[in-house]
Antibody, heavy 125, light 107 residues
Framework: EVQLEQSGAEVKKPGESLRISCKGS????????ITWVRQMPGKGLEWMGT????????NYSPSFQGHVTISADKSISTAYLQWSSLKASDTAIYYC??????????????????WGQGTLVTVSS | DIQMTQSPSSLSASVGDRVTITCRTS??????LNWYQQKPGKAPKVLIN???SLQSGAPSRFSGSGSGTDFTLTISSLQPEDFATYYC?????????FGQGTKVEIK
């Protein structure tokens, strides 16, 4: 079974650093990009960025570029999302998801499946 | 960035009702459109990709249509387990973006 297992909930203070993880299993980790998605309390889904675990190529949303770092360690099939200095506005659930893609006629479509269970990050003084 | 606008933001419906959710994009995206279902406290799950292709394991009462800028998700006969929030998502260009969500509630 393909699974993404995320690290547990975190409670941090503003200014602290944090790294959360997402471990893939049941498939070849380097064959699929990993995406991170933010969901602020009571809000919708926001794509943060994507990493290719085979070579660590990353693509960030401009909204998150410079605020977070996405990385991966293919030797342990794990992707990471990292902050160097958290803010209260970083309070959210963060999901990782596997990027899948396929051909539908002449177009190559990307979608996210499966998703990890989510990691709740709470930043409060 | 491609803007995604879903309507309605929420709706109330009864079991057995036919439900339609619309997603409009700020520019033409061909069929680069996916639909996800998110239940409270759970991660999203993909229902439909490429605008109309039902994901393996998704119930056949779900269907999608559209291309260009206007897309529709239809639930032919609403079941108790379908009460959730639904999101459209474009994969035409990065940053990949989601609609704001449509919450389907019990009437």
């Amino acid at each position: 079974e393909v699974q993404l297992e995320q690290s547990g909930a975190e409670v941090k203070k503003p200014g602290e650093s944090l790294r959360i993880s997402c471990k893939g299993s049941g498939y070849s980790f380097t064959n699929y990009w990993i995406t991170w998605v933010r969901q602020m309390p009571g809000k919708g889904l926001e794509w943060m960025g994507t990493i290719d675990p085979s070579d660590s190529y990353t693509n960030y949303s401009p909204s998150f570029q410079g605020h977070v770092t996405i990385s991966a360690d293919k030797s342990i099939s794990t992707a990471y999302l990292q902050w160097s200095s958290l803010k209260a506005s970083d309070t959210a659930i963060y999901y990782c998801a596997r990027r899948k893609h396929g051909w539908f006629g002449e177009v190559n479509i990307t979608w996210f499946d499966p998703w990890g269970q989510g990691t709740l990050v709470t930043v409060s003084s | 960035d491609i803007q995604m606008t879903q309507s309605p933001s929420s709706l109330s419906a009864s079991v057995g009702d036919r439900v339609t959710i619309t997603c409009r994009t700020s520019q033409s995206i061909s069929i680069y459109l996916n639909w996800y279902q998110q239940k409270p406290g759970k991660a999203p799950k993909v229902l439909i990709n490429a605008a109309s292709s039902l994901q393996s394991g998704a119930p056949s009462r779900f269907s999608g249509s559209g291309s260009g800028t206007d897309f529709t998700l239809t639930i032919s006969s609403l079941q108790p387990e379908d009460f959730a929030t639904y999101y459209c998502q474009q994969s035409y260009s990065t940053p990949w973006t989601f609609g704001q969500g449509t919450k389907v509630e019990i009437k």
